[in-house]
């Protein structure tokens, strides 16, 4: 809850606040550091499984 209290009180934390959307998404997902690129090996199977689950909801 105090990190939810924190989210409202600095909402110009964009980096705080994507993290808390994405752990309210699912709370079991994985967070990447904004300085992993898009190129980083780590991310690139991950944005692609969800590109693709995107665009076949199915």
């Keep these: 809850m105090e990190f939810h209290k924190y ?6 934390d964009d980096e705080a606040l994507s993290i808390y959307l994405e752990r309210f998404r699912d709370p079991n997902a994985k967070v990447y550091s904004p300085d992993q690129g898009f190129d980083d090996p780590e991310v690139v199977p991950v944005l692609n ?3 693709s689950k995107q665009r076949n909801p199915d």
């Design 49 to 51: 499984k969800l590109l």
């Design 7 to 12: 989210v409202l009180e600095h909402r110009e």
